[in-house]
Structures are given as structure tokens and as C-alpha cells.
């Protein structure tokens, strides 16, 4: 999923993530709360809920602030947001699908389409790029929870279809219906894991030279600096060469 895994690498490496915490911690609060909103308000009884607090605590977000978003959900005047899924094409015809969660489709919509122009590239209709990814089920953990042998081994018998393994750590995919008890599985045997979620991963990849890189990264960049946006996965492709330059 070299889209996913290598725009994870050089956010990490550009210190994104530090930049960008307070932006970070917004969204996943609004994904915890909207979890909430839509079942049980405890992780145990609702999944996606269990599994939008998890990513929370991956980064780091304090304990209060996810009681607080959780706590949101059965505010009476608490935001209504609605899920909705932009699909659309960047720089050298790379598929892009964006999540975003908004109280205001319009407003969302118009940065969106403008945030596409401005980057070389174009919102498209729905449907036009899905048929390029798989919904799928996506638990990682860090290296030190095994070789990949013993990682592949506890994630076939978990019931997951793939084992990634690299000097990053291992990434393990399943059907989006079975990550629930994928993880479940996953956790008796190798402990908690570090993120379980739901990802689009690419079922065909565009590679890039450093130019056509550099204009994708910004599209991916400035999208997910959007207040609305909660999720940006493309499929491209990057080299280690192109990669090592970027860094």
C-alpha cells in the first residue's frame, strides 16, 4: 500500500505530525464523538468507537480530551456532522479519495473542488476513482512485537488475508467486515496493537518521478490541512530514491 505507507514516512520524517497536533487532535475528536453519536457510547459495545479511541490514544491525545468528545455526542446542542466521500484525480493522473466530516456540504464541497484546482488537479465524480481501491481492514504493530514470521503466523490464524512486514513494522489487512474480530484475535496473541482502522489501500498504483511527487505531496498536504477533511489516501507510488530525496 505504498500510497498509505510512504505518505506515513514522510510526514513522520518532515515533523508533520508535531506541526500540525492541535489540527491532528481536532479530527480525531470529531470521529470519536460522531462514533459515539451513531452507537453505544462505550468502546466495548461499539466498534468503530473502540477503534476511533484507539487511534486517538496511538497519537498521544489526552485522556480528557477523548472523555470529552465522547461526552459531545449526547450533548443537545452538539454539531451534527455528515460523512461524506470525495473522489477526484491529482498531478500526473493519480486517484485520490478524500473522507471528510462536515455541518456544512457546501462549504466542504467548494474548498475541496478548489483545493484540487489549485493543486493541478480535478474533483471528480463519485465512483470515478473507488474502483481503484479496496475497502479494507488495516491493524499495524511496531517491530518489537515479532519477526515476521511469528506476525504472519498470529495474523493468519486471526483471520486477516495479508502480513506486511518491514524494518517500520508490520501491517496486517483483512475483509473491512472481519476487522473487528481480526483485531480482537491480533491483540490476544500479540498484545495491543497500534492502530486498527478502516483504509481504502490501492488495488493499482501510479509511479512518481520527484516532480510529479512534489505536486502530489503538496494536493495530499493541503487537503488534509482542510478543517473537514478527515482522511486522504491516493494511490501513488514512490521510489527509495525518489523518497530519499524528498527527505
Given at each position: 500500500m505504498?500510497?498509505?505507507?510512504k505518505?506515513a514516512n514522510?510526514q513522520?520524517r518532515?515533523?508533520?505530525q508535531d506541526?500540525?497536533?492541535s ?8 470521529e ?7 452507537g453505544?457510547p462505550?468502546p466495548?459495545k461499539?466498534?468503530?468507537l473502540?477503534?476511533?479511541v484507539?487511534?486517538a490514544k ?11 468528545a465522547?461526552?459531545k455526542?449526547s450533548a443537545?446542542?452538539?454539531?451534527n456532522y455528515?460523512?461524506?466521500?470525495y ?11 478524500v ?6 456540504k ?5 474548498s ?7 493543486s493541478?488537479?480535478n474533483?471528480?465524480?463519485?465512483g470515478a476513482?473507488a474502483?481503484m481501491?479496496?475497502?479494507?481492514g ?11 514470521d511469528t ?8 483471520g486477516?488475508?495479508?502480513v ?7 501491517e ?7 476487522l473487528h474480530?481480526v483485531?480482537n484475535?491480533l491483540?490476544a ?10 483504509i ?5 498504483t501510479?509511479?512518481l518521478?520527484?516532480?510529479g511527487?512534489e505536486?502530489?505531496?503538496r494536493l495530499?498536504e493541503?487537503?488534509?490541512?482542510d478543517d473537514?477533511?478527515q482522511?486522504v489516501?491516493?494511490?501513488f ?8 530525496q524528498?527527505?
Amino acid at each position: 500500500m505504498a500510497g498509505h505507507s510512504k505518505w506515513a514516512n514522510i510526514q513522520h520524517r518532515k515533523g508533520r505530525q508535531d506541526a500540525a497536533r492541535s489540527k491532528l487532535f481536532s479530527k480525531l475528536s470529531k470521529e470519536i464523538t460522531v462514533a459515539a453519536k451513531m452507537g453505544d457510547p462505550d468502546p466495548e459495545k461499539n466498534p468503530r468507537l473502540r477503534m476511533a479511541v484507539k487511534e486517538a490514544k496511538s497519537q498521544s491525545v489526552p485522556k480528557d480530551v477523548i472523555a470529552r468528545a465522547i461526552g459531545k455526542a449526547s450533548a443537545a446542542d452538539g454539531e451534527n456532522y455528515e460523512e461524506i466521500r470525495y473522489e477526484g484525480y491529482g498531478p500526473e493522473g493519480v486517484a485520490v479519495i478524500v473522507e471528510a466530516m462536515t455541518d456544512n456540504k457546501n462549504r466542504t464541497a467548494s474548498s475541496v473542488r478548489s483545493i484540487f484546482a489549485k493543486s493541478g488537479g480535478n474533483l471528480a465524480e463519485s465512483g470515478a476513482v473507488a474502483f481503484m481501491f479496496e475497502r479494507k481492514g488495516l491493524v499495524t504493530y511496531p517491530v518489537s512485537a515479532g519477526d515476521a514470521d511469528t506476525i504472519f503466523e498470529a495474523a493468519i490464524e486471526a483471520g486477516a488475508e495479508d502480513v506486511e512486514s518491514t524494518e517500520d513494522g508490520h501491517e496486517i489487512y483483512c475483509e473491512a467486515t472481519d476487522l473487528h474480530a481480526v483485531s480482537n484475535a491480533l491483540e490476544a496473541a500479540l498484545g495491543e496493537s497500534e492502530t486498527s482502522k478502516l483504509i481504502w489501500k490501492p488495488n493499482v498504483t501510479t509511479p512518481l518521478d520527484l516532480a510529479g511527487a512534489e505536486k502530489l505531496l503538496r494536493l495530499v498536504e493541503a487537503l488534509e490541512d482542510d478543517d473537514d477533511v478527515q482522511n486522504v489516501t491516493a494511490n501513488f507510488d514512490i521510489s527509495d530514491e525518489v523518497m530519499a530525496q524528498l527527505s
